[in-house]
């Protein structure tokens, strides 16, 4: 009897490890953006920072893909679709996600470079870095050349979305792009929880939630046009 019992514990012991890991499992919030679309900016410091005021962050993966609407030129070269500074900026935005891999790290430097373009004072992004505290790895990454590396990383990444991305900022929740819904997030991000695994900030979101979902029904008739950068312009 005592030869059964041994291996069903183990068996058990297995199973409730994995119920753990099931229950504990994050999901995926990913946002594709370009530094200088100034709805990608507006989103970033509007919308995106609940997620840290709610302490939603630990119980979702966040994901930021700096590459947007760009495209590689036949010969190697980077085409962004607000030029050579967003080129820049992206660039150094995938140098502080590869350098600082701590969520609050590296969104902290990104909120405060975003914030520069929504002020218009971009020329005082290298300043960002002291603000936030982190060191001048981002940058180095940048003049060294590695941050065009990861830029291809993330160009690629960008190619794989399906439905291909039609503009930005596109925002997918565990592979579901939200399109034009984007603002909505937190919604697709509770709900994406299991009954029995949803977390305390999104009960206290709820009723947010619920009124951003009443104004933006009210606002269905709004053209888009002029919220998001698309492609191709």
Not at 163 to 181: D, S
């Amino acid at each position: 009897m005592a030869s059964y019992q041994r291996p069903l514990r183990f068996c058990i012991t297995i199973f409730f490890c994995f119920l753990s890991l099931s229950s504990s499992q994050k999901v995926t919030l990913s946002l594709y953006y370009e530094a200088l679309c100034p709805y990608c900016a507006e989103f970033i410091i509007n919308h995106l920072p609940k997620v840290f005021e709610t302490g939603l962050i630990s119980a979702i993966d966040l994901q930021l893909v700096p590459w947007g609407n760009a495209v590689i030129r036949p010969d190697g070269t980077i085409l962004c679709q607000h030029g050579e500074t967003e080129c820049a900026l992206n660039s150094i935005h995938a140098c502080a996600i590869n350098a600082y891999p701590d969520v609050r790290k590296h969104f902290g430097y990104i909120y405060c470079t975003e914030q520069l373009v929504l002020e218009n004072k971009l020329e005082k992004w290298a300043d960002c870095l002291e603000m936030v505290g982190l060191s001048r790895a981002a940058v180095e990454c940048y003049i060294n050349g590695y941050g065009n590396k990861l830029e291809q990383r993330d160009a690629e990444e960008t190619s794989q979305l399906y439905p291909a991305h039609r503009f930005v900022p596109w925002v997918v929740v565990n592979n579901q792009p939200l399109q034009e819904n984007y603002q909505n997030f937190v919604m697709y991000v509770c709900n994406a929880f299991g009954s029995d695994q949803v977390p305390e900030a999104c009960k206290i979101l709820n009723s947010s939630v619920e009124t951003l979902s009443r104004f933006n029904s009210s606002a269905e008739k709004l053209s888009n046009s002029h919220q998001v950068c698309y492609r191709n312009q």
